[in-house]
């Protein structure tokens, strides 16, 4: 199970810390990553992250803004939000896959496990 938290109202420019927690089964060699969907949009890929942290990858639009981490004795991915903006007001989901670049792909098709979404929202 994966449980996603951290989601809230934020103003543009502001913060957010978005944390996604899997129990049941350890995830320390699975691959981990965010996805988000705006109302009427489909869900598209955010960041990346491999099982031991060595390689992430991003969205052009949250480039330089997101950062995704991971602590594997927690059995935790987080996203940190930095320079919110309007248009990243989406729910975002937690993804987990034995393979790095399933995620990568954002191809939700291809994505083994989901989280629930939390939502965020980036006020103007």
């Known amino acids: 199970q994966l449980q996603a938290s951290g989601g809230g109202l934020v103003q543009a420019g502001g913060s957010l810390r978005l944390s996604c927690a899997a129990s049941?089964?350890?995830?320390?060699?699975?691959?981990m990553g965010w996805f988000r969907q705006a109302p009427g949009k489909e869900r598209e890929f955010v960041a990346a992250i491999s099982y031991r942290g060595s390689s992430t990858a991003y969205a052009d639009s949250v480039k330089g803004r997101f950062t995704i981490s991971r602590d594997n004795t927690k059995n935790t991915v987080y996203l940190q939000m930095n320079s919110l903006k309007p248009e990243d007001t989406a729910y975002y989901y937690c993804?987990?896959?034995?393979?790095?670049?399933?995620?990568?792909?954002?191809?939700?098709?291809?994505?083994?496990?989901w989280g629930k979404g939390t939502l965020v929202t980036v006020s103007s």
């Open positions: 993804a987990v896959d034995r393979n790095y670049r399933a995620i990568v792909s954002g191809n939700t098709g291809d994505v083994d496990y």
């Open positions: 049941g089964h350890p995830v320390s060699r699975y691959a």
